[in-house]
């Protein structure tokens, strides 16, 4: 995988731990905020957006 990507087997397992890092903290970040979660006051802040279709878009 080093020389298809064009790295050496250090660079290529640096990234790799670093990548494995990166998302064990993103999930234990996202386990934390969903802890800090209220459903009521979601329940109530998602009453507040009206109750319609969104708007169509032409692609351009």
Known sequence: MADKE???MNQLITLAVSEKVSTLLTVD???ERAQRGDRKTFDELL???PDTEPEEFDEL
């Open 47 to 49: 009453e507040k957006v």
């Open 29 to 31: 970040y996202l386990k």
């Open 6 to 8: 064009g790295v050496s």
